[in-house]
Structure formats: C-alpha cells, structure tokens
C-alpha cells in the first residue's frame, strides 16, 4: 500500500491546468524519450527549461501593430488579428518564392518588418519593457513546413536519399575538420542537396546532425576556417539559435521570448545577442507575433469621434520557427472551419442513451467537441462510434496506437488503415473520433484536422493528468484553454484500489489505498542493482505465479534510458532471463519483446520475427513490418522495459513501475499519473525514492510550454460571433 492522507478522491471532473504541457521525459544522464538519447549540453538545459517559465511568466511589453491592418476603419480587434495572420502567410509564401539572400541587419527593411524591428529596439534600448521574443530561424535546413490550410495528400513524398556520392563528399569535409566521418550519412540527409558545399563554407550547420554539440561544432570549424572561426562568428550565432531553437521544439515550445535566447545565446560566448536576434529578424528567417495578454477592455469610441482612446492591450512578442508557426495557423484554421461549416443539429435524441448520452447529445448539435476523462471514461466516445454507426453515420475512432476498434492516428494519415480520401483529398467520413488527444503534437493535429471533410464532426477525447505530446505543441490542452467548443466532461471513476489510487494522484495526493486482492505491492530496495534484481524477479517469477498473468503480458515502465536502472540495463537484464540468445540481428534474437520507433514520438511495441538482407522483420500490432538495417540501430530497441511517454496510450494487466534513487529528479505529477495508469489489473513499485514519490505528486507540475494556439483559437472564435 502507499502511504499518504486524505480520503479517497475521485477522478479529477475537469481540465488539469497542472497536467496539460509536459516535457518529454529525461532520463538521469539526461536522454530524451522520444527516440533520442542525447543529453542536454551544460548552459542549453538551463535556457531553454528557463524558456518555458518566461512563456508562463513574462509580463506585458508594448510592440507595433500590423502596418496598414491596425489602421483599417471599422475593423475588430479579432478581425485584425486574423487580417494580420492572412498578411503573414502571404509573406510567408512569397519570401520562400522570391529570396535569394538575407537582408543586412534591416536596413532594407520596411512596413511590418521594420515596425517589429524598432520595436525590438526600444525594449533593448530600455524605452519599453521586455516581453520580448525567442525563437530563431532556420539556420540550417529543416524539414519543409506544412502548406496553408489545404487538404493534404495520404502521405507525404519523401525526400530522396543523399546518393553514395553526396555522402562520400560530405565524409571527405568532415575528416578536414577532424569530426567522425561516421556522420557523414546523418550530416548529408540532414543538410539536404550541396551538404558538402554547405559545410565548407559554413561549419556551424554541423548543429543540424543529432547529437552534436555546440562544442563539438566549434572544434570542427576552427580546424577548417582557422582562426577566423570566433565565437562572433555570424554563421556561429545563426546555428546556435537554430539548434537553441530545436532544443526548445524538443521541451514541446512552439513560440519563445526573447530574453531566455539572449541569455543562452551569452553562455555559449556570442558577445552581442542582442544584434544576433536583430540580424535573424532582418533577414526574415524568423516569424514574429504579437499575443495580446489578459482580457480585451471596452470598445473604442467610434472612429472620429470624441471619445478617449482606450489604452492599448499588453502584448507579448513571441518568434517561431515557420514550420511551427504554420501548423498551429493551419490547425486553428480548421479548427474554425468545422465549426463553421456545421449544418446544423440533428435528432439522435434516440441514441442518446446510457453512459455516452451527454456526449451523443454535444456530437450531434456541434462540429468540434472536446471530451475529457480517465481510463473508464474511455467507454464513452466507444458508446459514440456505435451510435453514429447505428444511425448510418461513416464513423472512425482514432488512437494514439491502433487497439481494439480504433485505427493509429499516424496509419489513418498515411492510409495505412481508416476510410481513405476523398476526390478532394480528405477522409471518406461523417464523424472523426480521436483518442489520447493529448498526444497531438501541432503538425500531426494540423494535418489531422485538415483532413477532416467540411461538415463533418470531430471529437479530440483524452485524460489531461497524462504526460503530454513527445513534439511541439500542447494541442490538447490549448483548445481546453480557448473554450471554443462544447467540452464534455466524464465523471465514470475509475474502478477498484488502482483507480482510487491514480484518481488521487491527478489532484496530487499519493493515498493509502487498501488492495486486499494485492492490486498494488511495494517492494523497497536499497540501490539499483537491487532495482534490477527485484524487477526481474517480478517479471519472470512473482506477477505470473501470484496472478496467473503471462510475462509477456508484465511490462516493465522506468523514468529514462539511461542510468543503472534505466531501460537499457533493465532490458538487458530481462532478455538474458526470457529470451538468452547471442544478439545476431543487430543485438536482436528472434522472440524478442521490441519497441519500434519510426518517427519521434511513436514507440509501438512488437516482437522479433526473423532478420535477412532486407533488414530486421516485425510483428507489430498483428502485421509484419520489416525495418531496413541501417535504421535498426535508431528506430528498434528492446521491450520488456520502457519509459512512460513509449508506454503513455496503451495499458497492460501488469505493470511494474521502478524508481530507483537517482530517477528521483526526473519524477513530477503527471509522469507519475501516466507510469501507475498503464496498469489494468496489478501494480508492483520498485521503491527506490523515499520521500520524493509524494513530494513529485504533491509539488512537482509539469514544465509550461509555449504556444500560441490558444490565442489564435480565441481570435477566430470571436471574429465567428455575430457583431452588435
């Protein structure tokens, strides 16, 4: 039993404003969980976790309006924020058509642009106050950013393959300036066309590569370019604040301030950020927005007339990477126009019965609802997806991985699985039902939602207490927040010791919680190599034997990768007891539990088939999958354990949770919340934390991100109202 006070809660009824924005999660050497395992360069971890408490904190600061929009007669505030957002994407869309070279630090500059960078200005100046921006540009190459609101095709075309040529010259630069030319592969995908020509004359874009380092990128360039290769280097600020900026993407930012990108932008030795925020905004590589904070004052006194001018509203300037920065427009945009082109309600009155009647009711009167709950809450959008197909509806119900009756949000996309598409490229459907929503990131949210058919319906259902979103965005909580559509909210608790026990930890109470079945065991150990010891024990012996549930139906949950408990030690410990074998497919043997990641952010568990030349055969979620050799080593790894973002929208009849003492730093509330959730009938916590359990649960909340969807949201809402 776990000891804590209190009686015994019940699911939380509503959005958890502490739960809805978490970080990927870290393990103690500092890896993250979606795929990568870098840590965090000293001086870059403390920035940009800095840079989401500057978005939660930052006071207002004053900036220009639009040039032209802010002057129109007659318009709304909402009507000249969206003006101003249809201004920017025409920018947008005619700077990719017609640049051929960067802007000398604004000289060139005019309408919008120089506005923003006067604005700049006085704030660096001290004649206004800093709410100031972030975010920096692409200095190096990225991928290609999500097309304005159009319907987008089953799946992307993928760019092609760097050639043997292209990485053979890409290795030759590389042994110039002495870094592995083991990177020459990653250096020429990630650099694209010219990647060689391009590092030549630019080391720094070195910083595209996973895993390298700012340091690391510094002793390339000063063995190629010699001593000219200083830390004012504008090619070096330019990379830094790309590579700052994908470091916060990683943190789940889409739009940053100002201050925190300085600050780093000092630690690694640039001698005037400042000017380096100015030359990037010159040179248009990054967008810059101006959110309005706290809530609209009274309407101005009509144009003309006598009455006082208002005081303008407080904003805060915020900058983001274009790919970012289109996909929430994008995502707003069709937000808003499935709630603009509803037809109407119609009469399930009928159907509306049971535990999903409130939901059934909401669907069928609105295009856009948003329904929150727990685990049992779950029955609820199933109860939907059979009412609407009773009543001749073309219905689909979405998950974060495909179970049961639901299709993965990512097949559905790719149309590996779901209805298909329309003559017009959207889904042959009437109602979208997508579960785990908080694990939307902006640009699958964008191309999910802009794929949904004008009038048709869409539900986003999801528990807000769990971990967020492994990408940018928190696309879940921010339509909570904009209040933009209906929002349905379960109260089905969930059942026995384990849903008290998860219910009192999302309002931040670890309760005792009784078990007489023995739903929930805690096994204290000392160290980590009693954490592995007893894990293993419980895995193979003690689960199986006490409750007759198979050990392939026990998975094993701990806070990162790295560490003498984490999955890898953990992982290489269970494989030796369940499945011994000498490692021949890239240290996989047939019968292993794996998880195949093949984009960040989506682990799906699978087992090893057999391997040959074409590369390392699956079976994942009952169909073959054949991941190429060269991708084994960074898209598969062992099973038996995971990390709770690999485990988060998918359950197990057991779970066992291990804490060992030095994950107690990289525990908080809703990385508890999700690890105890993912069990369905038992729980074993290997305690190795003390007092840092409770302490995680009661005070440790989720690091903020910032976004700008909430805001866009509000504008297109109130610009849809009718005007008195």
Known sequence: MLVGGGGPPTRPSGPSPTAQDAEPDRSPSGGTEAGTEAGEEPGAADATAEAGEAGAEAEAGEA???????????????????????????????????REGPVDAGAKLSGKAADLLAAVRAVE?????????????????????????QPRPAAAPAAPAPTAEDIGAVRAVLARGGAPEALAGAAAEALGEGAADLLAEDPWRLLAVPGVRPAQADGFAQALLGPGAGPADERRSAALLGWLLDQAAL???????????????????????????????????????????????????????DGEEDEPRPVRILVGLEEHALAEESLADGLARL???????ADWSEAASGPGAELVRAVAAHGLVTHTGGEAARAEPLALLAAARKLGLRAVLAAHAPTGEAVGVAGL???????????????????????????????????????????ARLVLSGDPGVLGSAGPGRVFADVLAARAC?????????????????????VGELNQVEAPGKEIVIVPVRDAGEAVHRTVQLVSESVPRAFGIPTDAVQVITPGHGGAAGTRALNAALKERLNPGPGRFGGFDPGDRVVHVPAPGRAVPGRVVSADAQGLHL?????????????????????????????????????????????????SRDWVYTAFGRAERHLSVVHGVDQALPRAVAEVLPKPRTTRLTGLLRALTAAQQPQE
């Open 125 to 149: 100046s001290g004649a206004k106050p800093s709410a100031v921006f972030f975010d920096e540009a692409p200095a190096t190459p990225r991928r290609p950013a999500p097309a304005p609101p």
């Open 486 to 506: 209906p929002q349905v909210v379960s109260r089905t608790p969930d059942p026995g010791p384990l849903g008290e026990l998860v219910s009192g930890i999302g």
């Open 619 to 667: 079976e994942v979620a009952g169909a073959r999958v054949v991941v190429p050799k060269e991708r084994v080593e960074s898209q598969v790894r062992l099973g038996w354990a995971v990390t709770a973002h690999q485990a988060v929208g998918a359950r197990w009849p057991a779970v066992v949770v291990v804490l060992p003492g030095d994950a107690a730093q990289a525990l």
């Open 339 to 345: 709630t603009g082109t509803f037809t109407g309600p």
């Open 413 to 455: 996309l790719s149309g590996a699985q779901g209805p298909g598409r329309d003559a017009d490229g959207r889904f042959d459907l009437d109602l979208l039902i997508v579960l785990d929503a908080p694990q939307l990131d902006v640009e699958t949210a964008a191309a999910l939602v802009e794929s949904v058919p004008d009038g």
């Open 64 to 98: 220009g309006a639009e040039a032209g929009v802010a002057a129109a007669p007659g318009l709304s505030e909402a009507q000249a924020e969206l003006a101003a957002q249809k201004v920017e994407r025409e920018r947008i869309a005619r700077r990719k058509a017609e």
């Open 251 to 305: 943190k789940g930012h889409t739009a940053l301030e100002a201050p925190v990108l300085e600050k780093a932008l000092a630690q690694y030795g640039v001698p005037a950020p400042a000017e380096a925020l100015e030359a990037a905004i010159g040179e248009g590589a990054v967008l810059v927005f101006h959110e309005p904070l706290g809530e609209p004052g009274p309407q101005a006194a009509d144009a003309g007339g």
